[in-house]
């Protein structure tokens, strides 16, 4: 059996028989190692590691269809408010939907963008402040308007200062006290998102069986699976078909995970790329010994 040494020798030897040759075999080793780091590197990152809330298993979105038209829609927030009362495979669930409100009293006025959002939104996906609180319970009662910044725009418009908290902004000519900032790594649903409203749905919403234009997120009671809560969401489904057969006929549920609703096919891909990257080194290997 050749050493270690004999080994090094032997490959001394033929690189010094073919400089050209070992010099491109290096490079294509080294590009292919660095492009396989790097693409682990992404996969860890986008994939295995968790989207930063806790018990994520349990998270999911939730979408309304209408077949052949509407394969994946929006919800109506009447619907909303039905499921949020009977579903009972659920510990909390959400409805937001996106705003552009006008912050005045600065210099200038400021466009930004936001989400409209009901009380449980910041329970049901696990997230804590890091600096003051979410929406609570007194919140939804009514009085003040609180108003949760995301940590960019508290270091944008804010500096970053601790004074933030408790201070008045308006909001589209409407007087919003600042409740809570968000951890950096918080961005759903888009990290473009500056400021978090609260939303009271009321009577008026509860009418509002045909319109569709709200987002769902739902958090799944423990040990319950997707296919059981998809399960006696249809179920209601069909009894609000019959109740509002004009508004309501031919819409389902949809509840997808919500690690998968924010990738898509992201996984997929990297997945088929780091192991394409994985072969080439292979086969590059493989004709280095040869």
């Not at 939104?121 to 609180?133: C, I, M, S």
């Not at 569709?212 to 319950?224: C, F, I, S």
């Not at 072969?279 to 290997?285: C, E, H, S």
């Amino acid at each position: 059996m050749e050493s270690i040494t004999d080994q090094l020798k032997g490959a001394w030897r033929a690189i010094v028989r073919a400089p050209g040759y070992a010099i491109v075999a290096l490079l294509v080793l080294a590009i292919g190692i660095g492009a396989t780091t790097t693409v682990y590197g992404v996969l860890k990152a986008v994939v295995l590691n968790p989207l930063g809330f806790p018990q994520q298993e349990q998270l999911v979105r939730i979408r309304e269809s209408k077949l052949p038209e509407f394969p994946t829609f929006s919800v109506a927030p009447g619907k909303f408010m039905i499921w949020e009362r009977d579903a009972k495979s659920f510990a909390d669930m959400a409805m937001f939907q996106g705003i552009t409100p006008n912050m005045t009293g600065g210099e200038r006025p400021l466009r930004l963008r936001g989400i409209n959002t009901t009380v449980s939104f910041f329970d049901t996906l696990g997230v804590k402040p890091v600096l003051g609180r979410g929406f609570g319970a007194a919140d939804a009662e009514g009085g003040a308007e609180p108003v949760v910044l995301s940590h960019g725009a508290w270091m944008t418009h804010f500096g970053g200062s601790a004074e933030a908290l408790n201070r008045t902004i308006v909001l589209d000519d409407r007087s919003y006290t600042v409740v809570g900032v968000l951890p950096p790594r918080f961005d759903f649903p888009s990290p473009l998102v500056e400021v978090y409203t609260l939303w009271r749905p009321g009577a008026e919403e509860a009418k509002g069986i045909g319109g569709h234009y709200t987002g769902v997120v739902a958090r799944m009671k423990p040990g319950v699976t997707v296919d059981q809560a998809l399960t006696e969401m249809n179920t209601i489904d069909l009894r609000v078909e019959k109740e509002f057969p004009d508004n309501s006929m031919g819409w389902r549920s949809l509840v997808k995970p919500l690690a998968e609703d924010m990738l898509g096919d992201a996984s997929k891909r990297l997945y088929l790329l780091l192991g394409g990257v994985a072969l080439v080194l292979r086969y590059q290997g493989y004709h280095g010994r040869c």
